[in-house]
């Protein structure tokens, strides 16, 4: 009997068939279906189809995630195909795969020809956003056409009438000086025998817009471009290419304004008056140019209104249900010439009305002139809102199926889920679920709403566990990650934003937990997926983070007086600052020292670089003990006797001895006691807190701190009918009345990082070895629950994890996927099993539970 055949081959990171992509020698990896389990598969091959020229490669081993590119690398412009089989021990071939495509994009800037074309006299800040255009003719025989293309802005290209791709706000935001991505479209389908046409609609984006809440604009540049370059290849084998030069023309469109902030206005009257304007060829360096990494942004889902009414006021409100980022697409049955209508947005209501004083200084209002006849869609395309709840002007007798929300956000492939028998805690996770939704849009927010919408560090430093369960974010953490080590300051410093748009004081000052998103994020990208070359590629940057820290640390190891954010949003700070934490800042500072010295040494270990290895390790022993010292009491009590300093010195190993760590816990056991199983921590205690009880044996206190439902706790924002996590465990008041403080998001990932736990202690799925090449299945079943499960889509297929109480005692069932060994631990028992591939099944003795 031959074995199945391989299923879900991938390049790298993407899904199915890749154009355009950036690397050269491009990582293979697949899947086995199920049926494979028990057999031994021995070894691969890879079938590489090149233009006709088909080449196999064995693949002596049992890898199938990453595996090196064993052929030449790939040219510019070059089309692959592969497909995989396998071999089982003494069972002959499998069939072969399905085929996979992949195509390079312009690997090197002498690839282009094109050049960025700006306009001439229009296209100004304050002036409706310009439409840059081109015609040629083209002959009868085309087979094949591409475009490359990106811009200072963001873009949507048409080609013949038709839009070229359904990505919104492309080329996306990255550090633009260091790197601006580019994309390649099959525009094949488009292009046609005679007269063609080529457009792109020009718009502020990152690049001009409004950006960072100090109110600036055209942080990048004041001038909009675009670059093009459409290459058609004919029958006889010829390429014609048409590219933006200084025969390109420019013109006004009906956008007349257009912000991520303030949102947009569009004249949809036509014919709108403009005049054909030349353009100026624009030297840039093309050498910045780079592929994507991850998936574009594009539209995830539409939401339907859920009701429509009057306000007390008298204006025309309408609720979607859940809270989310996208856009309003309104349907009109029929409108008069010159007709306006007005949309704003707000994420709650306050006294019945729209709640827009989170927003700050963000207008979040879009507002369409009219050209007047029978039905018009009104939808803009070059903003988005964080909003459950619109307010409609202009439009009489509103329906809720005339109006919908657009959901917006980077495409990203769903690899987690969770569920549960208490409703709340699904509820729970639902709402982290829409928080990463809405704040990974091309890059990790903080917050879809208000004047900010930045790549905070702090934020994805703490949820990137969660992050990487719930979404396969690999390719989207990467290219963030490249961003992180261009904007990192000559003497190690990590910005507090990424990409950095203040280059300033204002967000380059060294701080604890934000800057060891340059240490955390890669290493948990490694432990979730196995893959060394992310830290290869960021292993400097994070190793000048930690030289940058033993700077600022001094001779005796401890990071004291510098300004830190600390444990942020710590409940009890006052709502205007944000910065007065129980946690000492100096032993926060000093514990991510550690921390990150320690993962440094471990990045060098898989590297092999035992030199580094040696040093970093050294380091962090030495500035343990430095911890230690300074701020651990013969008691073990720690400095400043705070939930979020004892949580982060168990986890990493900040006592001298196993008694003075089992002390702590019991401590900090008492103090989640004594604030009634209330939260009590801000931003870094938070994803702490619950492992640091459960590994010094008091998981059920860990529990009732998860099911607390009382102001502040994970589950009070439920009990008010939150769809998505908050900034702050009390941005609504138990009034309904919105928290007095400035910074008040209601769409806020970071406390959302409690998800990470509930998946690995509550469900018992985690990964024991990097890249899932081995699962750990030890659930703590809280006895507030009567069954919890875990799904991860792994790189070897899907695990999962269920248990249910029965009669018979705690059922438990794992499925393994093939390639993968799981260590089981039961609950309540003592019993170990090491297991293959395939669906096992346990049973625990009933234990009494108290509820």
């Known amino acids: 009997m031959t074995p199945p055949s391989p299923t879900t081959v991938r390049f790298e990171y993407f899904d199915g068939d890749v154009l355009g992509i950036g690397i050269a020698s491009p990582r293979l990896s697949w899947q086995m279906p199920m049926a494979a389990a028990g057999s031994a598969q021995v070894s691969y091959e890879l079938e590489i189809d090149r233009s ?8 002596d081993s049992a890898d199938q995630v990453l595996v090196p590119w064993p052929a030449a690398p790939l040219r510019s412009r070059e089309r692959v195909s592969v497909r995989v089989r396998v071999r089982g021990q003494s069972r002959g071939w499998s069939g072969w795969s399905e085929q996979v495509r992949a195509e390079a994009g312009l ?24 439409v840059l255009s081109t015609e040629f003719h083209l002959p009868a025989g085309a087979v094949s056409a591409r475009l490359y293309s990106t811009a200072h802005g963001i873009y949507v290209a048409d080609l013949n009438g038709r839009r070229v791709s359904e990505d919104q706000f492309a080329p996306g935001w990255t550090a633009y000086d260091a790197r601006l991505r580019y994309q390649v479209y099959d525009v094949t389908a488009l292009v046609a025998p005679g007269r063609n046409v080529l457009t792109a609609l020009l718009g502020n984006g990152w690049y001009r817009g409004r950006l960072g809440y100090l109110g600036d604009r055209a942080v990048y540049g004041d001038r909009l471009a675009f670059l093009a370059q459409l290459e058609i290849t004919m029958t006889s084998g010829d390429v014609i290419t048409v590219a933006t030069d200084a025969s390109w023309r420019s013109a006004e469109s009906g956008v007349l304004a257009d912000d991520f902030y303030n949102g947009q206005t569009t004249d949809l009257r036509h014919p709108f008056p403009n005049t054909p304007h030349h353009v100026d060829v624009i030297e840039s360096d093309l050498s910045v140019l780079v592929a994507a990494e991850g998936p574009p942004v594009r539209e995830t889902q539409v939401l339907p209104a859920q009701r429509v009414w009057r306000s007390p006021s008298g204006r025309t409100l309408v609720d979607f249900g859940q809270n989310a980022v996208g856009r309003v697409r309104l349907r009109l049955r029929e409108s008069t010439p010159g007709q306006q209508i007005l949309v704003r947005h707000a994420e709650v209501l306050e006294n019945d009305e729209l709640g827009t004083r989170p927003l700050r200084a963000a207008e979040a209002t879009d507002r369409f002139i009219l050209r007047g006849g029978a039905s018009e869609v009104l939808e803009p395309q070059f903003t988005f809102h964080g909003f459950r709840y619109a307010e409609v002007t202009g439009v009489d007798n509103l329906r809720a199926d005339d109006i919908d929300l657009v959901v917006l956000g980077s495409q990203l492939r769903r690899a987690g889920w969770f569920a549960s028998s208490d409703d709340h805690l699904n509820q729970l996770h639902e709402n982290v679920v829409w928080g990463m939704r809405g704040n990974f849009l091309d890059v990790p927010t903080d917050c879809p709403q208000r004047d900010e919408r930045l790549g905070w560090t702090g934020d994805i430093q703490i949820f990137a566990p969660t992050a990487s369960f719930l979404y396969d974010v690999s390719g989207f953490l990467s290219s963030w990650l490249a961003d992180l080590s261009a904007e990192q300051l000559p003497d190690g410093t990590i910005p507090h934003i990424i990409p950095d748009i203040f280059k300033s004081d204002v967000s380059s000052w060294p701080a604890a937990a934000w800057g060891d998103a340059a240490t955390v994020v890669p290493w948990v ?29 001094g001779s005796d190891l401890i990071w004291r007086g510098d300004r830190q954010f600390g444990d942020w949003l710590d409940p009890t700070a006052p709502p205007d600052d944000a910065f007065r934490a129980k946690a000492d800042p100096d032993v926060v500072a000093s514990a991510h020292f550690v921390r990150s010295a320690d993962i440094v040494a471990s990045i060098a270990a898989v590297l092999g670089r035992g030199q580094e290895a040696a040093l970093y390790a050294d380091l962090a022993a030495a500035a343990r003990d430095a911890f230690i010292r300074a701020f651990v009491a013969p008691d073990s009590t720690v400095f400043s006797d705070s939930q979020t300093a004892y949580a982060m010195a168990i986890l990493w190993h900040l006592f001298p001895d196993e008694k003075a760590k089992d002390a702590a816990g019991e401590r900090l056991a008492q103090l989640v006691r004594d604030s009634n199983w209330r939260i009590s921590t801000g ?15 008091h998981v059920d206190d860990a529990h009732r701190l998860l099911f607390q439902s009382e102001l502040p706790s994970w589950l009070y924002p439920v009990r008010m ?28 990932y970071a406390l959302g990082a409690i998800a990470d736990w509930m998946h690995r202690s509550v469900a018992g799925l985690t990964a024991g070895a990097p890249g899932y090449r081995e699962i750990s299945v030890r659930p703590h079943p809280p006895a507030q629950l009567d069954f919890a499960e875990a799904r991860h889509d792994t790189p070897y297929g899907e695990a999962a994890v269920r248990w249910e109480r029965t009669p018979a005692g705690i059922e438990l069932s794992v499925t393994v996927p093939v390639g993968v060994t799981a260590v089981i631990e039961p609950p309540d028992t003592d019993d170990i099993h090491r297991v293959g591939a395939g669906i096992h099944r346990f049973i625990s003795p009933n234990q009494k539970v108290q509820r």
């Not at 006709?52 to 693949?59: E, L, N, S, Y």
């Not at 282009?112 to 002036?127: E, H, K, M, N, Y």
């Not at 979730?528 to 033993?550: K, M, N």
């Open 52 to 59: 006709g020229i088909v080449d196999t490669f064995a693949v």
């Open 683 to 697: 931003f870094v205690g938070t994803p702490l807190v619950c492992d640091a009880l459960e590994i010094t044996g």
């Open 525 to 553: 990208l490694y432990e979730r997926t196995g893959d060394r070359g992310i830290l290869e590629r960021q292993f400097d940057s994070a190793r000048r983070w930690v030289d940058a820290i033993r700077e600022r640390a």
């Open 721 to 748: 009918g939150a769809t998505t996590i908050w900034e702050r465990w009390d941005s609504m008041l138990p009034d309904g009345t919105i928290n007095p403080g400035e910074m008040t998001s209601f769409n806020h």
């Open 107 to 130: 690997l090197a800037p002498s690839d282009w020809t094109a050049r960025f074309v700006s306009p001439r006299g229009i296209g100004g800040l304050d002036q409706p956003a310009p």
